[in-house]
């Protein structure tokens, strides 16, 4: 990762006089300058002054967690947090990572924040971040801090001294806390025994917009244990700690992979930077102690043992350090800069992160995993994997299941190839006529004389109609795909009407009559190899005379005990919405309100990148993104929403339905509109606020010479004054 921080001049040193202040947990920080110091395990309210507009914030915490603070798997245990229920920053231990999250950290929003795992990097959108940067475990006293600079996104962690850095994109100068700042640390607001829900603290854990991956259930977040009589510290700074004023730039890079130990023989590294100007070395720097470890137990520092200890005196940058390293080794390694003639551990000495690096495997090394790939039948279909090995190797492709099938190229359809150059190996899959039967995950399985090792698996979909409710006196599934639906209670013969072209569609549902004709099919995950989902259908809404004062369901897969997974629907004025798991709605605007008693052809596609996009008589009406549908396992609901608790279909859509269709891909505007056409024979103007369209004068949709001719009637006309020729 990029080190840039150059932002923090470490105060209190006299010019003449380098030497490094050390705070007790974040090194050339001045303890005094922390605007919250709790010595305690504490939950405070509104104890941390506003950081306005700096845009830095350093968290750090000193505690000993137990073993149920390393293994809760159901939501986050607090080590420090501040803000209030919409912002908030702070760390956690999430299944045994110390996690930095952030909520509302783009500047903006909050509220709405969905963080989509514990490595999410992106604030833009959902305004919602997390990082687990590294484990923490039972019984050992860790001292750790996060270093967040919002301006440029940059974030280091250092966990007892090993370092982690990470980028955050989307940022724009804020941590948000001119508001709401109640602190907590290793404890939680409010009471033990209270609901941890609005408010809480952080912004992080609202139970019911829940925004850390774990978090599982309603009140899951909890207070750390702590080793009984551990010593427990809290602070934080407006601040951000400046990497450059340590030893810095190690070769091989902190936390590199894959280091070949015949083309790397020793360690090197650049001098400590002064702080007055980091594009010097510190002057005061008269010599490194260098400890390279053959033992480095993170969980038990007592087993650490050094390898290498030893001195180099200050000179030109890079200091190089001899060492050899073996096959599957990883390396540990850290200089301590000595200032003025001072001894190893003194007091004014600076000591630099523990780096670490991971020599190649013995064992072939992946360098490049497949992807996810998803393709119409009949295309031919290729994945692709690279890895290095140091002895001679072989490959087999391999189909996950129970068991798993290891493919064969004799398969006239299957290609397998490896092509080989030095110590690199690249090989692919190939499928010359991919069909249904070859939907599934595959990986490469690299071997050679020391063992094998399996790349990440890539998902291979096949793009297709998933399901198709044409409700011609039934609710088949005449996709194919055995999809059938089961309504509430059956129709009345009258119910069945024609539909929106009968000699082409036959019949249609009307749902007015008796709403609970609503209909559930068994459950299924609709886009499970694609990670794309479409929904079209014709309705004749019945309007807001007979329709319910609330929102209704056209084709939703919810279920009251599981996460939302996605909802789309129809407001009480006839405005279709789309809705995901946490609540991120994408609603079509007036101009695109459903007519009364009319046949209306209505669309909602999400796109592998995140989009959604509704459509109505086959133009583009809303486009919202980040949005994502879920891809649970679960029924989905036509003419309604979910169950209620009694079992029956809810909140039922009145109207007239026909031709229901899902796709386990995103649809293109052009095949939207050629639904539409196919019915009505009306031409579309697909996307009318396009930017091809931006010439478009007179509104036809096309920019042609009747717009030239409109742009050259009003040729040289101007408002100046005085007027120019």
Same mark, same amino acid.
């Given at each position: 990762?990029?080190?840039?921080?150059?932002?923090?001049?470490?105060?209190?040193?006299?010019?003449?006089?380098?030497?490094?202040?050390?705070?007790?947990?974040?090194?050339?920080?001045?303890?005094?300058?922390?605007?919250?110091?709790?010595?305690?395990?504490?939950?405070?309210?509104?104890?941390?002054?506003?950081?306005?507009?700096?845009?830095?914030?350093?968290?750090?915490?000193?505690?000993?967690?137990?073993?149920?603070?390393?293994?809760?798997?159901?939501?986050?245990?607090?080590?420090?947090?501040?803000?209030?229920?919409?912002?908030?920053?702070?760390?956690?231990?999430?299944?045994?990572?110390?996690?930095?999250?952030?909520?509302?950290?783009?500047?903006?929003?909050?509220?709405?924040?969905?963080?989509?795992?514990?490595?999410?990097?992106?604030? #833009?959108?959902?305004?919602?971040?997390?990082?687990?940067?590294?484990?923490?475990?039972?019984?050992?006293?860790?001292?750790?801090?996060?270093?967040?600079?919002?301006?440029?996104?940059?974030?280091?962690?250092?966990?007892?001294?090993?370092?982690?850095?990470?980028?955050?994109?989307?940022?724009?100068?804020?941590?948000?806390?001119?508001?709401?700042?109640?602190?907590?640390?290793?404890?939680?607001?409010?009471?033990?025994?209270?609901?941890?829900?609005?408010?809480?603290?952080?912004?992080?854990?609202?139970?019911?917009?829940?925004?850390?991956?774990?978090?599982?259930?309603?009140?899951?977040?909890?207070?750390?244990?702590?080793?009984?009589?551990?010593?427990?510290?809290? &602070?934080?700074?407006?601040?951000?700690?400046?990497?450059?004023?340590?030893?810095?730039?190690?070769?091989?890079?902190?936390?590199?992979?894959?280091?070949?130990?015949?083309?790397?023989?020793?360690?090197?590294?650049?001098?400590?930077?002064?702080?007055?100007?980091?594009? %010097?070395?510190?002057?005061?720097?008269?010599?490194? *102690?260098?400890?390279?470890?053959?033992?480095?137990?993170?969980?038990?520092?007592?087993?650490?043992?050094?390898?290498?200890?030893?001195?180099?005196?200050?000179?030109?940058?890079?200091?190089?350090?001899?060492?050899?390293?073996?096959?599957?080794?990883?390396?540990?390694?850290?200089?301590?800069?000595?200032?003025?003639?001072?001894?190893?551990?003194?007091?004014?000495?600076?000591?630099?992160?523990?780096?670490?690096?991971?020599?190649?495997?013995?064992?072939?090394?992946?360098?490049?995993?497949?992807?996810?790939?998803?393709?119409?039948?009949?295309?031919?279909?290729?994945?692709?994997?690279?890895?290095?090995?140091?002895?001679?190797?072989?490959?087999?492709?391999?189909?996950?299941?129970?068991?798993?099938?290891?493919?064969?190229?004799?398969?006239?359809?299957?290609?397998?190839?490896?092509? &080989?150059?030095?110590?690199?190996?690249?090989?692919?899959?190939?499928?010359?006529?991919?069909?249904?039967?070859?939907?599934?995950?595959?990986?490469?399985?690299?071997?050679?004389?020391?063992?094998?090792?399996?790349?990440?698996?890539?998902?291979?979909?096949?793009?297709?109609?998933?399901?198709?409710?044409?409700?011609?006196?039934?609710?088949?599934?005449?996709?194919?795909?055995?999809?059938?639906?089961?309504?509430?209670?059956?129709?009345?013969?009258?119910?069945?009407?024609?539909?929106?072209?009968?000699?082409?569609?036959?019949?249609?549902?009307?749902?007015?009559?008796?709403?609970?004709?609503?209909?559930?099919?068994?459950?299924?995950?609709?886009?499970?190899?694609?990670?794309?989902?479409?929904?079209?259908?014709?309705?004749?809404?019945?309007?807001?005379?007979?329709?319910?004062?609330?929102?209704?369901?056209?084709?939703?897969?919810?279920?009251?005990?599981?996460?939302? %997974?996605?909802?789309?629907?129809?407001?009480?004025?006839? &405005?279709?919405?789309?809705?995901?798991?946490?609540?991120?709605?994408?609603?079509?605007?007036?101009?695109?309100?459903?007519?009364?008693?009319?046949?209306?052809?209505?669309?909602?596609?999400?796109?592998?990148?995140?989009?959604?996009?509704?459509?109505? %008589?086959?133009?583009?009406?809303?486009?919202?993104?980040?949005?994502?549908?879920?891809?649970?396992?679960?029924?989905?609901?036509?003419? #309604?929403?979910?169950?209620?608790?009694?079992?029956?279909?809810?909140?039922?859509?009145?109207?007239? *339905?026909?031709?229901?269709?899902?796709?386990?891909?995103?649809?293109? #505007?052009?095949?939207?509109?050629?639904?539409?056409?196919?019915?009505?024979?009306?031409?579309?103007?697909?996307?009318?606020?396009?930017?091809?369209?931006?010439?478009?004068?007179?509104?036809?949709?096309?920019?042609?010479?009747?717009?030239?001719?409109?742009?050259?009637?009003?040729?040289?006309?101007?408002?100046?004054?005085?007027?120019?020729?």
């Amino acid at each position: 990762m990029t080190k840039i921080y150059k932002i923090l001049v470490l105060m209190f040193i006299a010019a003449a006089c380098s030497v490094s202040m050390a705070g007790e947990i974040v090194p050339g920080f001045n303890d005094a300058d922390a605007l919250v110091d709790f010595s305690e395990k504490t939950a405070q309210s509104q104890t941390c002054p506003p950081i306005d507009s700096s845009g830095f914030i350093t968290l750090a915490a000193k505690f000993t967690p137990t073993e149920a603070d390393t293994t809760k798997t159901d939501g986050p245990v607090i080590v420090i947090e501040v803000g209030g229920t919409t912002f908030g920053t702070g760390l956690y231990i999430c299944d045994g990572m110390l996690t930095f999250c952030s909520k509302g950290a783009g500047g903006s929003g909050g509220e709405q924040a969905n963080v989509a795992s514990l490595d999410d990097t992106d604030a #833009s959108g959902d305004e919602g971040v997390a990082v687990a940067m590294g484990e923490v475990y039972p019984g050992v006293e860790t001292e750790a801090f996060a270093s967040f600079n919002a301006n440029t996104g940059e974030l280091a962690v250092m966990i007892n001294g090993r370092l982690y850095e990470e980028t955050i994109t989307g940022t724009l100068g804020s941590t948000n806390l001119t508001g709401d700042r109640r602190v907590s640390v290793l404890g939680q607001f409010p009471a033990e025994g209270e609901s941890y829900n609005y408010p809480s603290m952080g912004g992080l854990s609202r139970d019911w917009y829940p925004s850390i991956a774990l978090v599982t259930s309603d009140g899951c977040a909890v207070a750390m244990e702590t080793e009984t009589g551990s010593d427990v510290r809290g &602070q934080i700074f407006e601040d951000v700690i400046d990497l450059e004023t340590f030893p810095r730039n190690p070769v091989p890079a902190n936390n590199a992979i894959n280091v070949d130990p015949a083309a790397v023989t020793s360690v090197q590294f650049d001098t400590a930077g002064d702080p007055a100007n980091t594009a %010097n070395p510190n002057s005061d720097v008269t010599g490194h *102690f260098v400890t390279i470890y053959s033992t480095f137990d993170p969980a038990d520092p007592n087993n650490n043992v050094a390898e290498v200890d030893t001195f180099v005196s200050a000179g030109t940058d890079p200091i190089t350090v001899p060492y050899t390293f073996n096959l599957g080794d990883t390396v540990y390694w850290q200089v301590e800069e000595q200032i003025n003639g001072a001894s190893k551990g003194d007091a004014d000495n600076i000591a630099g992160p523990v780096w670490e690096f991971e020599a190649l495997p013995a064992v072939p090394a992946i360098t490049d995993s497949p992807e996810d790939t998803a393709d119409f039948a009949g295309a031919e279909v290729t994945l692709n994997t690279a890895f290095t090995s140091k002895s001679p190797a072989s490959v087999n492709w391999v189909k996950a299941g129970e068991p798993e099938i290891i493919l064969d190229d004799s398969d006239p359809d299957i290609t397998i190839g490896v092509s &080989q150059h030095g110590d690199s190996y690249t090989s692919s899959l190939s499928f010359a006529n991919f069909e249904k039967a070859d939907q599934g995950e595959y990986f490469c399985r690299a071997n050679n004389a020391a063992g094998s090792v399996d790349s990440e698996s890539a998902k291979l979909g096949v793009k297709r109609m998933i399901g198709y409710w044409p409700l011609d006196g039934d609710y088949t599934d005449a996709s194919g795909e055995g999809h059938h639906a089961d309504p509430n209670t059956t129709p009345l013969a009258s119910q069945w009407v024609d539909g929106v072209d009968p000699a082409a569609t036959g019949q249609a549902l009307d749902t007015e009559p008796n709403a609970l004709v609503a209909a559930e099919t068994d459950a299924f995950v609709p886009a499970e190899y694609s990670d794309e989902l479409s929904i079209t259908l014709w309705i004749k809404w019945a309007g807001v005379g007979a329709a319910p004062d609330n929102w209704t369901g056209l084709v939703c897969s919810k279920k009251l005990d599981v996460e939302n %997974n996605w909802w789309f629907g129809l407001g009480p004025e006839g &405005q279709i919405d789309i809705n995901h798991q946490n609540y991120g709605p994408v609603t079509a605007g007036q101009e695109y309100f459903l007519p009364e008693g009319e046949w209306a052809h209505i669309a909602f596609v999400n796109s592998e990148d995140m989009q959604g996009r509704l459509y109505v %008589n086959g133009t583009l009406a809303a486009v919202g993104g980040p949005y994502k549908t879920s891809r649970n396992e679960l029924p989905v609901q036509l003419m #309604s929403d979910m169950r209620d608790e009694n079992g029956t279909l809810w909140r039922p859509t009145y109207g007239v *339905f026909d031709e229901i269709k899902m796709y386990n891909y995103a649809l293109s #505007s052009e095949e939207v509109a050629e639904q539409y056409y196919q019915i009505t024979g009306e031409t579309v103007c697909t996307e009318p606020d396009s930017s091809v369209l931006q010439y478009d004068f007179n509104g036809d949709c096309k920019v042609d010479l009747a717009d030239f001719a409109l742009m050259a009637g009003d040729w040289n006309e101007s408002n100046l004054y005085p007027q120019l020729d």
